[in-house]
Structure formats: C-alpha cells, structure tokens
C-alpha cells in the first residue's frame, strides 16, 4: 500500500536519539496505528511494548533482533517483524524511510 487514505496524523513528531530518528504517528478509524519516520545513520536500540512490524521502504541497515545472534541485512526494501515487550538494535548505514506497524495482540 503506497498512501493512507481517510486517517488521521499527530501533528507533534516523535523525535528520538537527539534528532537523528524522527517520526510520525497516524491514526486510523479501527483504532490501529503506524509510525511513519527516517532514521539518520548510526546505531540504535529501541524498546517495544507492542508487536511491531518495521517496513523498511528506502535504506541500508542492519537489524539485530531480540534472542539473535546474527545480524539481519537489509539493502533497499525489506521487512521485520519485532516481538512485544523487547528490544532491538539497528545498524544504519544510510538514511532510511520506514514505516512501523503496532500490532495488538
């Protein structure tokens, strides 16, 4: 799905990592909600409370999921899935676009 269509966007962005992950949130009608946002390069370690499913649509990177001991490459489009109530390590090696589902369970 390229667009949301009929959903509704919080104007305040989600700024992480003193500017270098930033991101906005969009609401939809059946209550479900997706972050849309770019990460700068560089190196991270997100915490989740929701299932989330990270839809990388431009970038270079590398995923270290919760319980791996092997990166996870991703050049161009991708997609990972990170399970509730852990946490995650990105490698950035060039600006990325992503957009994350929350999914509740």
């Known amino acids: 799905?390229?667009?949301?269509d009929q959903v509704s966007i919080v104007k305040k962005a989600n700024v992480y990592f003193d500017g270098k992950v930033t991101s906005r949130t969009v609401l939809f009608a059946d209550g479900t909600k997706k972050t849309l946002g770019i990460m700068m390069p560089g190196e991270y370690e997100f915490g989740t409370d929701e299932?989330?499913?990270m839809?990388?649509?431009?970038?270079?990177?590398?995923v270290?999921?919760?319980g791996d001991t092997e990166w996870i490459s991703i050049s161009g489009e991708g997609e990972f899935t990170v399970p509730a109530q852990s946490k995650f390590k990105l490698q950035i090696a060039t600006v990325t676009?992503?957009?994350c589902s929350y999914v509740q369970e």
Request: charged share 30%.
């Open 51 to 53: 299932k989330e499913i």
């Open 64 to 66: 270290l999921l919760p």
């Open 1 to 4: 799905m390229s667009q949301f």
């Open 97 to 99: 676009d992503y957009c």
């Open 55 to 62: 839809e990388i649509l431009a970038g270079d990177l590398k």
